[in-house]
C-alpha cells in the first residue's frame, strides 16, 4: 500500500522556521501532484502548497514568499519550507499525494507558531 511518512513539525516562535517532509513509499514520480494541505481547528482544510509533474508550483496567497515546496526525486520525497512563520499558520499539514486512481494523505503533523 502507498504509504506518506511525514516530519519536521512542531513548536516554533513567530518569524520562526520549519522545515516538513513527507516520504513517499513508491516512485515519487508515480504521483501527479504531490503537496500539503493544513487543517486548523474550527476552519476548512486549506491547500497551501502543490508541486506537480509539469507545470508551476501552487502556493495559497496567504503563504507566497514565504513556503516553498520541493522534490528530492532520488529520496521520494517532498518538502515544505516554511519561513517567516506567522501564528495564524498555526494547523495540522496534512501531506498529499495523487494518482490516477485515489489521493493518498499522510497522517499530518502539527505546527504550532506561538509565542
Known amino acids: 500500500q502507498v504509504q506518506l511518512v511525514e516530519s519536521g513539525g512542531g513548536l516554533v516562535q513567530p518569524g520562526g522556521s520549519l522545515r516538513l517532509s513527507c516520504a513517499t513509499s513508491?516512485?515519487?514520480?508515480?504521483?501527479?501532484?504531490v503537496g500539503w494541505y493544513r487543517q486548523a481547528p474550527g476552519k476548512q482544510r486549506e491547500l497551501v502548497a502543490t508541486?506537480?509533474?509539469?507545470?508551476?508550483?501552487y502556493y495559497v496567497d496567504s503563504v507566497k514568499g514565504r513556503f516553498t515546496i520541493s522534490r528530492d526525486n532520488a529520496k521520494n520525497t517532498v518538502h515544505l519550507q516554511m519561513n517567516g512563520l506567522k501564528p495564524e499558520d498555526t494547523a495540522v499539514y496534512l501531506c498529499?499525494?495523487?494518482?490516477?486512481?485515489?489521493?493518498?494523505w499522510g497522517q499530518g503533523t502539527q505546527v504550532t507558531v506561538s509565542s
Open positions: 498529499y499525494a495523487r494518482d490516477t486512481l485515489t489521493t493518498y
Open positions: 513508491t516512485n515519487i514520480f508515480s504521483f501527479d501532484p
Open positions: 508541486f506537480p509533474r509539469v507545470g508551476s508550483r
